[in-house]
Each structure stands twice: as structure tokens, then as C-alpha cells.
């Protein structure tokens, strides 16, 4: 598996969430009085697919230019779900990546702190994501934006020249697709389930970098027709209602996605820009063009400009009982600063000066702009997670949008009205619950 996390953080709620009772964690302990860079350490990565190739790689040279260190892998298929479960002990390696189960008032029972935010900040971008209180926890291995990845023969064939700015033009091209082509317009990957938690990530297309601080959270209808999980939630919705997407969504595919959107059998699919180089390598692999694959922002302008949000993507941090975390920091700052990893997966650098990638062409053609959304006030930090918690609704996660797409298919009672008025319902009353 090859997914990467959306680009909100939060609490997930996975049937496996952590249960988060301190599990006797205690700050510090473990690193060498010297500081020494040295020893055996565990990094634990959801990369399945390249721990055995490209990850072996960095391991080389990494321990190249740390010769007292050895680094050992271990990839994990469900993330989340395990390392939910490891965390509720002591072992869980020397360097994972921040589950979203993980609020940030519970950064410190689990993970080292790497430095202030004021420190960190000058050098790493979005280093408030994984901070509490100040103290940062976790960097980003690449910064991700969203839109949606394409094949552009499949649009060409459709006789589509211009890209949608609004859900509805959108929708329009997705029928001239079925219309016109043996392309499956849009492709949901509802098996896999993670994908689908890819739709709350891009709250930077309302044009608003406190969109987060004064809405979502701190509304009781984030699902109306002109809030942001009303409009991407609503058109999500509405692609498979009007039967625009696969026909049978439970025998989705993930790996298999990859190729039929490079061969031109999926012409859509709204995953965060860590795809586009997976599509063009499969695009390849098939026998096609790279050049085949294109990126377009999310169907919505806000004063006839197109905005993306730029977040990162899962954190590396240290595990606060590790033994050798002088060793287990060495790898984190490589990874961010050599490794390459970034730029070769087509993301945008975690470093403040880190080199811009060559996949955001489109994005640079079709004027985007890119948008950092603030973090959450001081003391506030908490408050969505809470709210999510609170109400059961998994924002962040795929449980509630399956739920949605089983009603838009006709597999499950109910209708998008009902369905977004019971969700808002539910976020109004967990509101109301956590109090501010």
C-alpha cells in the first residue's frame, strides 16, 4: 500500500484508535549521556512498497555518514490501525510516523520533542502541525497540496479543452466521459477506504487561511450546500449518485487503480499531489506516457482564482522511550535534508528553501494559488479533535463518507439531505458537548 496521509491531521476514529491512558509513558530516558550518535534503531513507514528498494537506498547512505548507526525498517500495511495498537505499549520503534489518532495534548506521552516552534520554524515548513504547546513533534517527510489527478487523453477524447471551476461543470465533464468514452469517469477506491478521507484535506480552496478557525469546527452546519465539506462532500456525493462512478464500489482496488487511470480506463480520481508520480510510473509501466497524467485543482474558485491548500503529509518523530534518540533525530533531520524523498515522490520540500517539484506544472499553469492555513489559536488546539471525538463522525478517516456513498448508490437508506442534515445534527450536539 502506497497511500499517503490526508493533509488535515486529527483524531481519527478507527476501530483500533488508541486508547490513550498515558500507557505509563515518562519524558526522556533512554538516550546515551553523550548524546552519541550511534546504535540500532527501528524507523517504522507505512511504504510498503518501496521499504525493500528506494528506503534500502537511503539506509546505505545514511549509514555512510553514520557509521555507528544501524537503521532497520519495518513497513506496516494498516498503519493506523497498528500502530494504534503498538502504541498502547512501548515498542514502537525508534522513528514512526504520528498516527491521526494521536490529539496533540497527548504529543508528549508518546514522542521526543524536536525544538520550539520559533526554532523549528526557521528552517522546516508547517512545523506547527505536529506541535503543542509550543514544542514541536514531528516533521513533515513531504508537503503535500490536493486536486485531482487525471488522464488528460481521456478529457482530450471527451472533446473537454477547459478545466471545471465549479462543482457542476465538473459533473458536466464527468458525463461527457461516460458519454463519450469507455472510461469510468471517476474512480471512488471505496474498498481501501483511506482514499476517500483524501476529500477533507483542501479546506485551502474556500481562499481563506483561517477557514478552519472560524468555520468547521466552530460551525454547527459545516455540510450546508456553501461550507467546504457541503461542497466536497456534496459532490462526491453526487458523482456516484448519478452513476459516474464504478459500478460496484466494494471491488475497488487500490493498486489496481494505479494502472487503469494510467491505461486510460479511469479518467479521475481527487488523491493529494504525492500521487501524481505513482500514476506516472504506472502510466509507464503499461506501456503508456507519462505525459498522459495531469493535475487539476478542485472544482472551485473564489474570485475567479483556484486556491490549494499545502499541508504535510505524515510526520516522522522520535519515540519518547526510545534508547538511542540522539541516533533516531540524526535520521529524521537526513531524511528531510538528504534523503530526496520529496522531490523524488513529486511533493513539495519540507525545507523552507527545499527545491520545487516538476509535477506542479499544472497547478503553476492553471494559476493556483497555494494556500497555508493557519494553526488553531492557542490553547484551541484540541477543540476539532475533540468535536470529532465527540460526535463520532471520523472527518478525517473514510467510515461516514462509505456511509454516503453506500446511500448515493442506492445500497443504503436515505438521501443526501437527510444524510448531511443527521451529520450536522450530530456536530452541532457535540458542539454544544465540548463547549469552548
Avoid at 79 to 96: F, K, P, Q, S
Avoid at 387 to 395: F, G, N, Y
Amino acid at each position: 500500500m502506497t497511500h499517503r496521509n490526508h493533509l488535515r491531521g486529527g483524531a481519527l476514529l478507527a476501530a483500533a484508535a488508541l486508547t490513550l491512558s498515558a500507557c505509563s509513558a515518562q519524558a526522556g530516558g533512554g538516550q546515551a549521556a553523550d548524546g552519541a550518535i550511534a546504535g540500532e534503531i527501528t524507523v517504522i513507514t507505512q511504504r510498503t512498497d518501496i521499504v525493500d528498494t528506494v528506503f534500502q537506498d537511503y539506509k546505505a547512505d545514511f549509514e555512510a555518514e553514520y557509521p555507528d548507526v544501524t537503521v532497520n525498517f519495518e513497513a506496516i500495511t494498516d498503519y493506523e490501525g497498528e500502530i494504534a495498537v503498538r502504541m498502547n505499549t512501548d515498542d514502537y520503534g525508534d522513528v514512526l510516523l504520528i498516527p491521526n489518532s494521536v490529539k496533540p495534548d497527548q504529543f508528549a506521552t508518546f514522542f521526543e520533542p524536536l525544538g520550539s516552534v520559533e526554532e523549528m520554524s526557521q528552517e522546516y515548513r508547517l512545523v506547527e502541525e505536529k506541535a503543542y504547546d509550543g514544542q514541536v513533534y514531528g516533521l513533515s517527510i513531504t508537503v503535500n497540496t490536493q486536486g485531482l489527478v487525471y488522464n488528460k487523453k481521456v478529457w482530450a477524447e471527451a472533446g473537454i479543452t477547459d478545466l471545471p471551476t465549479t462543482p457542476e461543470e465538473f459533473l458536466d465533464d464527468l458525463r461527457a466521459i461516460r458519454d463519450t468514452t469507455d472510461a469510468i469517469p471517476y474512480y471512488t477506491n471505496y474498498a481501501d477506504g483511506w482514499p476517500l478521507s483524501q476529500w477533507d484535506g483542501n479546506r485551502g480552496v474556500m481562499g481563506d487561511p483561517a477557514y478552519q478557525n472560524t468555520h468547521v469546527a466552530y460551525s454547527d452546519t459545516p455540510w450546508a450546500e456553501d461550507e467546504w465539506h457541503g461542497i466536497s462532500d456534496g459532490l462526491l456525493y453526487d458523482i456516484v449518485a448519478e452513476g459516474l462512478s464504478e459500478e460496484d464500489p466494494t471491488t475497488t482496488n487500490w493498486e489496481e487503480s494505479k494502472t487503469l487511470l494510467g491505461t486510460g480506463q479511469v479518467a479521475t480520481m481527487l488523491l493529494g499531489s504525492w500521487a501524481i508520480t505513482q500514476m506516472q510510473q504506472a502510466a509507464e509501466d503499461a506501456g503508456g506516457s507519462a505525459d498522459d497524467i495531469g493535475y487539476m485543482p478542485f472544482p472551485y474558485q473564489v474570485d475567479g482564482t483556484f486556491h490549494a491548500q499545502i499541508a504535510g503529509d505524515y510526520k516522522n518523530a522520535i519515540n519518547v522511550h526510545s534508547e538511542h534518540k540522539a541516533a533516531a533525530r540524526a535520521w529524521i533531520d537526513w531524511f528531510a535534508k538528504e534523503s530526496g524523498y520529496a522531490y523524488d515522490e513529486g511533493g513539495i520540500s519540507p525545507l523552507v528553501d527545499g527545491p520545487e517539484p516538476e509535477t506542479l506544472g499544472d497547478f503553476e499553469e492553471a494559476g493556483v494559488e497555494y494556500v497555508e492555513m493557519e494553526p488553531a489559536p492557542a490553547g484551541s488546539e484540541s477543540y476539532e479533535a475533540d468535536i470529532v471525538a465527540a460526535s463520532e463522525i471520523d472527518l478525517y478517516g473514510n467510515i461516514y463518507r462509505q456511509e454516503m456513498v453506500d446511500i448515493a448508490r442506492g445500497a443504503a437508506d436515505g438521501d443526501k439531505e437527510s444524510f448531511f442534515a443527521d451529520l450536522d445534527q450530530r456536530w452541532a450536539d457535540a458542539r454544544a458537548s465540548v463547549g469552548e
